[in-house]
C-alpha cells in the first residue's frame, strides 16, 4: 500500500484533520518511513517493502509490520520510555508517534562522538526486555516468527555468507541451525545505532520489525558488531564494547557470553560479505574484518579476550 493510499485511513481514524503534508524520512533499506503532519500532531507512517533496498535480491514478507507493532505493544510495559506509541495501523503499514529530531546513535558515533553512557542504556535497555521475556510462553507464541526471521537475518547474514566464504561455511550453517532451534527470549532482531535515537538520558528504539522469540545473543552479537566496526573508523570506540556489555549482563542475570561471542564473529564475517554489507569499510578493512574473523572463528575466546585482540590489531583506514 502506498503512503497516498494510507492517508485516507488515518483521517478515518482522526489522526490527521485539514491539510496534509508528507516529508518523505530517512531510514532502513526494508520500508517507507514518512512524517505526517497536519492541524492534529505530527506522526510517522512506516510502510514495509517486499523488496529490500540493497544490491542482491532479498524479498520479505510485508507481514512482518505486524511483528513490528506487536513488539512494541509487547515492550512498552518493561521498557515504556524507549518504545514509541502505536497510533494505529493496516496490512502492511502503521501510525506510531513523532519523536521529534532525536538524532540516531550512528550517526553520533560516526562523528567520533564516544559516550559510554549512551553504550551503558542500551545495554540495560536490551538487558530489561530479555530478562523479562525469558522463557514467557506469551512472548513465545506471539513471536513464533521464525520463517520471517530466517528471511530476513538467517538467510541473509549467515547462509549467503556461507556460501561466499568456505572456510567459514560449516560454521556458519551449523550456528544458522542453532539459531533456528534456540527459543529463550524476545530477540528485537535489528538491535545496532542506527534504530536507537538518543536524548538526555533516553534511549529510543526503533525497527523491530525482525523481532523472534529464539536466542537473545543475536542481539547482544549485533549490537557489538556495530561497535566493533566503529572503531575501525574511531578506535576509541572500543571503549563502548565492555560499558554496553556490563550493564547488559547487569539488568539481565542469564550467561549468553559464548553464544554471542561467536555470533559476534559470524556477523561481522556478514557485514562484509553477506546481503547487507557495511557501506563505510574501506577494502583494505573489510580484508582485515575476514582475516580476523577466520582466526578466531574455530575457537572463540571470552569477549574481553576478542575486543582486546580486536582493538590491538586495528589498522587504520
Known amino acids: 500500500m502506498t503512503t497516498a493510499e494510507i492517508l485516507p485511513h488515518l483521517q478515518t481514524a482522526g489522526l490527521t484533520a485539514g491539510a496534509v503534508r508528507v516529508t518523505p524520512l530517512t531510514g532502513g533499506v526494508s520500508s517507507d518511513i514518512v512524517l505526517v503532519e497536519s492541524d492534529n500532531a505530527p506522526l510517522v507512517v512506516k510502510t514495509a517493502l517486499e523488496k529490500l533496498r540493497v544490491k542482491d535480491d532479498w524479498f520479505a514478507d510485508v507481514s512482518r509490520n505486524r511483528v513490528e507493532q506487536d513488539f512494541f505493544e509487547y515492550a512498552a510495559p518493561i521498557i515504556p520510555e524507549s518504545v514509541p506509541r502505536i497510533l494505529g495501523g493496516g496490512a502492511g503499514w502503521f501510525a506510531m508517534e513523532y519523536l521529534g529530531d532525536m538524532p540516531n546513535w550512528k550517526s553520533a558515533l560516526l562523528t567520533g562522538d564516544v559516550d559510554e553512557s549512551t553504550a551503558q542504556l542500551a545495554g540495560t ?10 522463557l514467557d510462553e506469551a512472548a513465545r507464541t506471539r513471536f513464533d516468527t521464525l520463517p520471517n526471521f530466517h528471511a530476513l537475518r538467517i538467510e541473509p547474514y549467515l547462509l549467503t555468507t556461507a556460501a561466499r566464504v568456505p572456510e567459514a561455511a560449516d560454521i556458519l550453517r551449523a550456528e544458522a541451525a542453532r539459531l533456528a532451534k534456540t527459543k529463550l527470549a524476545l530477540v528485537h532482531g535489528d538491535y545496532s545505532p542506527k534504530n536507537l535515537l538518543i536524548g538526555p538520558q533516553r534511549l529510543i528504539v526503533l525497527d523491530a520489525e525482525c523481532a523472534w522469540f529464539g536466542d537473545p545473543a543475536f542481539d547482544t552479537a549485533f549490537l557489538l558488531t556495530h561497535l ?5 573508523l574511531h578506535p576509541l570506540a572500543i571503549a563502548l564494547v565492555p560499558a554496553f ?4 549482563t547487569a539488568a539481565c542475570d542469564h550467561d549468553i557470553e ?55 590489531t586495528l589498522i587504520p583506514p
Not at 535497555?125 to 525469558?134: I, K, N, P, T
Not at 566493533?228 to 575501525?232: E, G, P, R, S, V
Not at 556489555?245 to 547488559?248: D, E, G, K, L
Open 245 to 248: 556489555w556490563s550493564a547488559y
Open 125 to 134: 535497555v536490551l538487558g530489561r526486555l530479555h530478562a523479562v521475556s525469558w
Open 258 to 312: 559464548e553464544h554471542t561471542v561467536r555470533l559476534l564473529l559470524c556477523l561481522l564475517l556478514a557485514r562484509v560479505h553477506g546481503k547487507s554489507p557495511v557501506e563505510y569499510l574501506t577494502e583494505v578493512q573489510r580484508g582485515f574484518i575476514t582475516r580476523f574473523v577466520l582466526a578466531h572463528l574455530s575457537s572463540p575466546p571470552s569477549l574481553a579476550a576478542l575486543t582486546s585482540a580486536f582493538h590491538q
Open 228 to 232: 566493533h566496526l566503529k572503531a575501525l
